[in-house]
């Protein structure tokens, strides 16, 4: 399985691709520059959605899809990055389930990086995708989205604070027929000030939203 990387530059108001050609099939960089060329011979706007979706079909059709895809957004995690990928393989493949890992690279200036690249040279399981500078969280879960081949995705934070070992109990919800499952934190590390800033947070936006979100969830 060929590793693939993800470089987004800022283009107006979305992240284009800059380099995602996969150099080793011929047939498939040949169906990769006719999507490109017929996304700018019409002036697309929003490239990177559309090479998105596209590139799912370059992929190998003989190349099993994996069950599950884990998105994680990182920035500045380089003390966390190994434990975390040992603590969630460790959980996943005691479970036996067809897994990727998405590590989304949201513009790290320490060995983040780096250390990924490591470890997805020795597991082909794990996919990069770098971002060109810091765009955020949720843009970082985003493009992960993006690239998601699996038929469930989980999406986790890189500091640890989204323990990888109740995984499997998610799991177990989804394939009992649950399309969302999501966890509420019963407590809170941070400071009675933040901790009172999300509860007030949380209960404002389930007021303004036009859709039933849980109190105290994870997003």
């Known amino acids: 399985m060929q ?97 990727e890992i998405i590590f989304v690279d949201d513009g790290s200036n320490d060995a983040s990086l780096a250390t990924l690249q490591k470890l997805s040279a020795a597991d082909e399981r794990i996919q990069i995708v770098e971002l060109a500078r810091n765009f955020g969280h949720q843009v970082a879960i985003t493009a992960g989205l993006d690239f998601a081949r699996g038929h469930a995705v989980a999406v986790m934070d890189a500091d640890l604070q989204d323990p990888p070992e109740v995984l499997p109990q998610f799991i177990a919800k989804w394939r ?9 934190r019963e407590q809170r590390k941070e400071g009675w000030l933040k901790r009172t800033s999300y509860a007030v947070f949380y209960r404002l936006l389930r007021h303004v939203s036009s859709i039933d979100i849980p109190l105290d969830a994870g997003d």
């Open 176 to 184: 009992d027929g649950n399309d969302v499952v999501y966890a509420v």
């Open 3 to 99: 590793k693939r990387g993800l470089e987004l530059r800022r283009a107006e108001d979305s992240y284009v691709p800059a380099a995602l050609i996969p150099t080793e099939d011929p047939q498939a960089a040949l169906r990769f520059c006719q999507l490109l060329a017929h996304l700018y011979d019409n002036h697309s706007v929003d490239a990177s959605s559309h090479l998105a979706a596209g590139f799912k079909s370059l992929q190998n059709p003989n190349e099993p899809v994996p069950e599950l895809s884990v998105v994680i957004p990182v920035f500045n995690e380089e003390e966390n990055v190994e434990l975390l990928y040992s603590r969630l393989v460790t959980v996943l493949e005691r479970i036996q389930i067809a897994f």
